[in-house]
């Protein structure tokens, strides 16, 4: 399909933050144990996600996994899994596994009280290599911060604070079915500001019901004066399953206009744009660390829900966005033993295409652009012969290729949720369309 048939009159047709999407993972059989799915790989700069899915409230627009205010018990049955297959992945891994990045998501990481939360920390680092200086990330939404959770947070080596606001209005928020209250916010964020953590992340989005031009801008501003050092814009997508989809709400049709007016000013505020999300401070440089490469090197994912990454398979638990799908598959991770986590059985099997076109997607919608030399040496191939729709984006002005690098320019930018799931393979955007969601 060309790209202007695929483009039709939106240019919000999914957002490619990975490749392949979920959807596109199936059961494997016959299972595949860790230790054979690493023996190969490269261990010395590996990123280490822990996914915490719970939540004190689901926001409408949420189809991450994750459960909202769970019994006590089903959060402490879940850290015990958790240190189960640490065991399991430090074993399978082996001695000589680094981890260069640790990030933990959710759902709401900062749900969790703050002896749970240590112990957590204590379980990962008597399990794995976490090199020095590495960078560790955390998620967190304005409710459950709180200075003691900071504290515990910043002497386990948080380095960034990702904190999910969406709107500075409440009644954009609850537009979102998303019940915050705007004290708590800024509280939150003068906590987080105040506790000396390296990197602030503010999220927001743009095109709720009753948003206009005004109000988003109010939003934006307010978010510059606690000077985050990243700031990540969402287009508001409505999907299946989710809480806006039920009640039938839908996004404005001016999220172009929307999107241009943040990218403007946040350039005029001294930010740099990174992707078609993420601004970053210009006079911030990423926090020094291990150096890490998500097009090549593998990614440790602990917990229901996480994802798990080598060049040849990508593979989690199953996942779902109703809450009852949800709580069969965490009640599920709940009871395995280690010897059941030694093993995995959903994903899905990246051939030599697939990871070409991985590294291609990952590398085309950020601003460093697809190198086309790098893909050469780590391919053996070019990615104009592999990959022919690239020379249209050219043709479409909608990039340049500058000292061997093709990047998208600011047309492009704003095209990448149409851009990312064109250039998914046939085989991929199949299984996607196939899937079954629960």
């Known amino acids: 399909m060309s790209f202007l048939a695929k483009f039709g009159d939106s240019p919000y047709q999914g957002y490619a933050y990975g490749y392949p999407h979920k959807l596109a993972y199936r059961a494997i059989e016959p299972s595949l144990p860790l230790a054979q799915l690493w023996q190969e790989e490269e261990?010395?700069?590996?990123?280490l996600y822990v996914h915490l899915p719970f939540c004190e409230m689901r926001c409408g627009f949420c189809n991450l996994f994750t459960t909202s205010n769970p019994d006590e018990s089903l959060?402490?049955?879940?850290?015990?899994?958790?240190k189960r297959q640490m065991i399991a992945w430090s074993q399978a891994l082996g001695k000589d596994a680094q981890m260069s990045r640790v990030a933990f998501g959710g759902g709401t990481p900062t749900f969790l009280s703050e002896s749970e939360?240590?112990?957590?920390?204590?379980?990962?680092?008597?399990h794995f290599?976490?090199?020095?200086?590495?960078?560790?990330?955390?998620?967190?939404?304005?409710?459950?911060?709180?200075?003691?959770?900071?504290?515990?947070?910043?002497?386990?080596?948080?380095?960034?604070?990702?904190?999910?606001?969406?709107?500075?209005?409440?009644?954009?928020?609850?537009?979102?079915?998303?019940?915050?209250?705007?004290?708590?916010?800024?509280?939150?964020?003068?906590?987080?500001?105040?506790?000396?953590?390296?990197?602030?992340?503010?999220?927001?989005?743009?095109?709720?019901?009753?948003?206009?031009?005004?109000?988003?801008?109010?939003?934006?501003?307010?978010?510059?004066a606690y000077r985050p050092e990243e700031i990540y814009l969402y287009p508001l997508y409505v999907r299946p399953l989710t809480g806006l989809d039920r009640i039938g709400r839908r996004p404005t049709d001016q999220r172009i206009t929307f999107y241009r007016a943040a990218r403007d000013l946040l350039q005029q505020n001294g930010y740099r744009q990174i992707s078609m999300r993420l601004f970053r401070a210009k006079d911030y440089g990423t926090t020094a660390g291990p150096a890490y490469c998500c097009q090549e090197d593998g990614m440790v994912g602990l917990g229901a829900g996480a994802r798990s990454y080598t060049k040849r398979v990508h593979f989690s638990t199953e996942y779902a966005v109703g809450q009852t799908g949800i709580r069969e598959i965490i009640a599920d991770f709940n009871q395995r033993s280690k010897d059941d986590m030694t093993a995995i059985n959903y994903g899905c099997l990246l051939n030599v295409e697939e990871q070409k076109r991985r590294y291609m997607i990952?590398?085309?919608?950020?601003?460093?652009?697809?190198?086309?030399?790098?893909?050469?040496?780590?391919?053996?191939?070019?990615?104009?012969?592999?990959?022919p729709p690239l020379a249209e984006l050219l043709s479409?002005?909608?990039?340049?290729?500058?000292?061997?690098?093709?990047?998208?320019?600011?047309?492009?930018?704003?095209?990448?949720?149409?851009?990312?799931?064109?250039?998914?393979?046939?085989?991929?955007?199949?299984?996607?369309?196939?899937?079954?969601?629960?």
Not at 362 to 387: E, M, T, V
């Open 43 to 47: 261990k010395d700069s590996l990123f």
């Open 75 to 82: 959060v402490t049955r879940y850290i015990e899994a958790l």
């Open 117 to 126: 939360l240590e112990d957590i920390f204590v379980a990962l680092n008597s």
């Open 129 to 224: 290599q976490i090199q020095s200086g590495a960078a560790c990330s955390v998620e967190m939404s304005p409710g459950t911060v709180t200075r003691d959770k900071l504290r515990v947070l910043l002497r386990n080596g948080m380095t960034r604070a990702s904190i999910g606001i969406q709107s500075f209005l409440a009644n954009e928020t609850r537009q979102l079915g998303r019940f915050q209250d705007t004290g708590t916010v800024h509280r939150a964020l003068q906590w987080v500001r105040d506790c000396g953590v390296a990197v602030l992340n503010i999220d927001l989005i743009y095109g709720i019901e009753g948003q206009t031009l005004e109000s988003w801008r109010e939003s934006l501003l307010a978010s510059l």
């Open 362 to 387: 990952k590398s085309l919608l950020r601003i460093d652009g697809l190198d086309l030399a790098a893909y050469r040496s780590c391919f053996g191939s070019k990615a104009w012969d592999d990959f």
């Open 396 to 438: 479409l002005d909608l990039g340049t290729v500058e000292d061997q690098t093709l990047r998208l320019n600011e047309r492009g930018f704003e095209l990448s949720d149409v851009i990312g799931p064109w250039l998914y393979s046939e085989a991929i955007s199949n299984l996607i369309r196939e899937f079954e969601l629960k």
